[in-house]
T-cell receptor, first 117, second 110 residues
Framework: DGGITQSPKYLFRKEGQNVTLSCEQNLNHDAMYWYRQDPGQGLRLIYYSQIVNDFQKGDIAEGYSVSREKKESFPLTVTSAQKNPTAFYLC????????????????FGPGTRLTVT | GIQVEQSPPDLILQEGANSTLRCNFSDSVNNLQWFHQNPWGQLINLFYIPSGTKQNGRLSATTVATERYSLLYISSSQTTDSGVYFCAVERRTSYDKVIFGPGTSLSVIP
């Protein structure tokens, strides 16, 4: 059953702690993305990765870090430097540009709701 | 950068009614995607449509790339259609590969 999984669904942390959100895909997609969604708002791009061992900052990368050591995994760390970390975080993937039939059609995971108090 | 607008921002429909949602974008795009975000937050792909018209059941979408807009039609709406509808445009010439609009919040009441 192919798809994108994010865990956990809900996450609670104390202010000042780093926290890592998991994103795994078995779609064999090259590109992966992290978005942040605040209540009543659209999606904003945090980081994206077109290929293993490479990633670029999106619009709101400050206070976040990522790694892409494996094709199927793209974890996001929310650091203590992120001033307003409470939000809904969505991970997505797409075939990307490196295959013979490039496509940026995005498929999303179920999301992780992070609450920091 | 490219701007994406959606209208209306909010819409309330009686079950069975039809509706049209609009997405305008300020520059040329390589592709456009429509999503439905259900009340649990899951984003579901509806259409990936650079131009022309596609249909899937009660939903259809039309993109007129030369005039920089796309329309999503929902016919015979059901309560399960409630949620937020986003359009997202794709540009391969800048790092902003996919840019989301602010969404249309739809409530279908029985």
């Amino acid at each position: 059953d192919g798809g994108i999984t994010q865990s956990p669904k809900y996450l609670f942390r104390k202010e000042g702690q780093n926290v890592t959100l998991s994103c795994e895909q078995n779609l064999n997609h090259d590109a992966m993305y992290w978005y942040r969604q605040d209540p009543g708002q659209g999606l904003r791009l945090i980081y994206y990765s077109q290929i293993v061992n490479d990633f670029q900052k999106g619009d709101i990368a400050e206070g976040y870090s990522v790694s892409r050591e494996k094709k199927e995994s793209f974890p996001l760390t929310v650091t203590s430097a992120q001033k307003n970390p409470t939000a809904f975080y969505l991970c997505a993937s797409s075939i990307g540009a490196t295959s013979g039939s490039p496509s940026y059609e995005q498929y999303f995971g179920p999301g992780t709701r992070l609450t920091v108090t | 950068g490219i701007q994406v607008e959606q209208s209306p921002p909010d819409l309330i429909l009686q079950e069975g009614a039809n509706s049209t949602l609009r997405c305008n974008f300020s520059d040329s795009v390589n592709n456009l995607q429509w999503f439905h975000q259900n009340p649990w937050g899951q984003l579901i792909n509806l259409f990936y449509i650079p131009s022309g018209t596609k249909q899937n059941g009660r939903l259809s979408a039309t993109t007129v790339a030369t005039e920089r807009y796309s329309l999503l039609y929902i016919s015979s709406s059901q309560t399960t259609d409630s949620g937020v509808y986003f359009c997202a445009v794709e540009r391969r010439t800048s790092y902003d590969k996919v840019i989301f609009g602010p969404g249309t919040s739809l409530s279908v009441i029985p």
